[in-house]
């Protein structure tokens, strides 16, 4: 019983662009008490009576739409609607997630990701500013990842210390430049960028290790690893499931 909570538990917070049925906001942050929205134990200011909780993340009320609790502006509460059905990593498709970096993203079964926008002026993501993007070498790499001549970014967000000429976003959560590797926009450390290469469903190698959701599968064979699908995979040693051996 235990071993299949652990499961469960890794499946919640780990699986991000995995399956979309397994969202680390399967949970909601927002409360409702009486005439007081709170999120994550905080009140923000948001009408009660009409608020809804939609998930992953997202509600609304009758005059505005809400991610983690903040407001996204330009957007429409009578219209919003959260959506099934999205890009593919690999190019194919529409396209949409949580930016709480959480909400997986599989073959055919994906969330909403808002996509970048540039506008005369500015680069928008999820109705924000994105701070210093240049509009004229803007590039949306989809799922979340996008570069301009300078910078990479992350849900709107600059990912440190990239090099922009080569980033390029490899899916599931992935991306590289020539250099280093990411997941959800944080540098995996110790990763072979060089070598390293997205399998499926969170499950990544490069030359010495084996990866799920950015994190290293310890003692996994990289040269016999194979992922099965549905989570599964095995080695010539083991079996897992989501990353986690199968005893």
């Not at 990479?152 to 976003?169: C, D, L, M, R, T």
């Not at 590797?181 to 110790?190: A, L, T």
């Not at 969170?202 to 989570?231: E, H, T, W």
């Amino acid at each position: 019983m235990k071993r299949l909570l652990h499961r469960a538990l890794t499946m919640l917070v780990c699986l991000s662009f995995v399956s979309a049925a397994f969202a680390q906001r399967y949970q909601s942050d927002y409360q409702i008490k009486g005439d007081r929205v709170l999120y994550n134990g905080r009140a923000i200011v948001a009408d009660a009576r009409s608020f809804q909780i939609l998930g992953y993340g997202y509600a609304k009320d009758r005059t505005n739409v809400y991610l983690d609790g903040v407001v996204l502006r330009y957007v429409d509460p009578s219209t919003f609607r959260l959506q099934m059905g999205g890009r593919d990593p690999r190019g194919r498709g529409g396209s949409n997630v949580s930016r709480g970096r959480g909400v997986p993203v599989t073959e055919n079964n994906r969330l909403f990701v808002p996509e970048y926008v540039v506008s005369r002026f500015d680069v928008l993501f999820d109705g924000r500013k994105v701070q210093g993007a240049s509009i004229n070498t803007f590039k949306d790499l989809h799922d979340g990842y996008a570069k301009d001549a300078f910078d990479a970014y992350y849900f709107g967000e600059k990912i440190q210390g990239v090099a922009s000429s080569s980033f390029k976003n490899i899916g599931s959560g992935y991306a590289k430049d020539s250099f280093d590797v990411y997941y959800r926009g944080e540098k995996i450390r110790g990763a072979s960028s060089n070598t390293f290469s997205n399998i499926d469903d969170g499950y990544a190698k490069d030359a010495f290790s084996v990866y799920f959701c950015g994190k290293k599968i310890q003692g996994a064979s990289v040269n016999s690893f194979v992922y099965d699908g549905n989570g599964y995979a095995h080695d010539a040693f083991k079996r897992y499931y989501w990353g986690e051996v199968q005893r």
